[in-house]
């Protein structure tokens, strides 16, 4: 079940954008089985009120990396946004930004980590890593992140290749064919001192990005040597086992982002609500857990958090918001802040910790 205003963007969405990128936005991996189960999951739940508690002044905010943030929710990193409006991210970290709530950028952002620095004044700004298959330019862009003063690292590490996702297939297309989400290659060093020729035009740029994008290779090891060598927060994005997650805790990792990718990537891969709770007691209290896929109202976010997640991330219904441009961004994450605030006061909690576990049920 979605907010009535994510429901509204994605009719704007469909209406408004070309079938190509709709698809890609909305479109999953394979049968889409996991794009079905990953918006089911939170109706396995329900919710218990207590009542005759003060609920007049209620403090959604949370901590997440020693920073505060406005509610526990972080824009997940979307690639290529000027395919939905041309403002792309500057529109959605702005929005963000005004709201108090982080934003993750992709590598396939469609503007530079400089570029979307400058938005994030008041609010987190964090870099997520495709660690390309060529380390030089992995590390390239990781010292520009730190350059830039972005709050952390997120590496998505569920993406060794891109999952099949049969509706781009079909439509034959790539959102890097628009020339969207070249400009942290294009603005790179390293990639230009080694990949750019003068003869090259924007096709065979493409393709050289495309070459170098995902990596087969990557290890445990490979990412324990960068958390080794830089001075940020590494949050590990895709994890989905609990044994996976105490491993990122145990090589340093500052939190893991329980994900399936919003059900693009393995197909029938399991839906993240359903393993958070073996997660949380496979890593302890103490450390970072986050959560997305499928969260669309308030009350998901509750579960989430009282499932043992700190905090979720939302991807498409703030990437349906932007093809209204910042205001479009804004009003999804209002409105979503909004049913969460009013849901709270109704379960008898006017902040997190006076939420208790007795408050919820799997049917
Ligand atoms: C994504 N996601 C994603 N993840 C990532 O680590 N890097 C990326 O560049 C992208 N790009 C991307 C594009 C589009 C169009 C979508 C829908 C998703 C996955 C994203 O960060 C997140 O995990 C999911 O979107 C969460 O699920 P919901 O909220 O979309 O259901």
Redesign the pocket.
Known sequence: MTLKTTDKWETIAKQQLSRNAFG???GGAGSEVSLKY??EQFNRYRLIPRLLRDVSHVDTSVELLHSTIQAPILL?????HTIVHECGERASASAANTLGLPF?Q???ASFSIEDISEVMTESDHYF?L?WPSDDDVAYSLVRRAEQAGVKGL?I?VD?PVLGRREIDLSHDYFPMDEGAGMANFMTDPVFKEKYVTSEDNQATLKQKIQSILFNQTLTFEKVETLISQTSLPVII??ILEPSDAKHCKDIGAAGV?V??????QLDSAIEPLEVIEEIREKVGHDFPLLI?????RGTDVIKAYMLGADSV?????Y?YGLTGGEVGVRDVLEQLIDDLTVNLKLLGAASWHELSPAQIRRL
Do not use: E, W
């Not at 997940?76 to 290529?80: L, N, R, S, W």
């Not at 991330?313 to 219904?317: E, M, S, T």
């Open positions: 890609y936005l909305s990953n918006a997940a990193p979307i690639g290529f993750i992709s590598t396939v997520q495709y997120v998505t993406t994005k895709g982002i994900s399936n990718h919003g059900a693009r997305d896929g499928g969260i669309r991330l939302i991807g498409r219904p990437i």
